[in-house]
Nanobody, 125 residues
Framework: QVQLVESGGGLVQTGDSLRLSCTASGFTFSSYTMAWFRQAPGKEREFVAAIGIIWSSTRTSYADSAKGRFTISRDNAKKTVYLQMNSLKPEDTAVYYC????????????????WGQGTQVTVSS
């Protein structure tokens, strides 16, 4: 069965860095776009970053809030996708979810077929 398991969240201070990981099983990982979304208390789930493969080339997409601070990457051999988050801000506080899609780097959560349980990231000021 399809399974996505996130790890790496925690409590950090403003300006710190964190690396989230998401390990997949139950599907052909290399064929899927992998993405990170986040949801803060009382807010809608929002797109953070995605990475996919098209015609043997890697394509990435970032939310404006992530550009320049976050980097998404993947290791197909380990079936793992990462989100390196630098210069963290209190507004980055949220539960971060890993997701998988058969489409090429969509930013719409409805285009994703599988989701992890989430990992909490808290940035204190």
């Amino acid at each position: 069965q399809v399974q996505l398991v996130e790890s790496g969240g925690g409590l950090v201070q403003t300006g710190d860095s964190l690396r989230l990981s998401c390990t997949a099983s139950g599907f052909t990982f290399s064929s899927y776009t992998m993405a990170w979304f986040r949801q803060a208390p009382g807010k809608e789930r929002e797109f953070v970053a995605a990475i996919g493969i098209i015609w043997s080339s890697t394509r990435t997409s970032y939310a404006d809030s992530a550009k320049g601070r976050f980097t998404i990457s993947r290791d197909n051999a380990k079936k793992t996708v990462y989100l390196q988050m630098n210069s963290l801000k209190p507004e980055d506080t949220a539960v971060y979810y890993c997701a998988a899609s058969t489409m090429v780097v969509p930013i719409d959560a409805r285009k994703y077929d599988a989701w992890g349980q989430g990992t909490q990231v808290t940035v204190s000021s």
